[in-house]
Nanobody, 118 residues
């Protein structure tokens, strides 16, 4: 399974970015899809997750500003980030859990850097 992430970049505070992560390879189905981030000197943290049924969870720090969505036909997860703050600066990683009979396996995409300038 390969994950191709894109959409990072440099943006001013208050701006927006949209991250995408497409999964490809051999699997029966996709379970959870999520985004994590890791800022310099900090541990990787969950930003948002969307389950196969469409339910979502967000970190408190991004609620109301970020929206996670998925396109099951394209095996792609998106993260729309609005009202960005300098503290959102981090490397963002997508994480996808797929069903490869008979088990669930988790994969990480390569990180994409988001830099928010003040």
């Amino acid at each position: 399974v390969q994950l191709q992430a894109s959409g990072g970049g440099l943006v001013q505070a208050g701006g927006s970015l949209r991250l995408s992560c497409a999964a490809s390879g051999s699997f029966s189905s996709i379970n959870n899809m999520g985004w994590y981030r890791q800022a310099p000197g900090k541990q990787r943290e969950l930003v948002a997750v969307i389950r196969s049924g469409g339910s979502t969870n967000y970190a408190d720090s991004v609620k109301g500003r970020f929206t996670i969505s998925r396109d099951n036909a394209k095996n792609t997860v998106y993260l729309q980030m609005n009202s960005l703050k300098p503290e959102d600066t981090a490397v963002y990683f997508c994480n996808v859990v797929v069903f490869v009979r008979p088990e669930l396996l988790a994969y990480w995409g390569h990180g994409t850097l988001v830099t928010v300038s003040s």
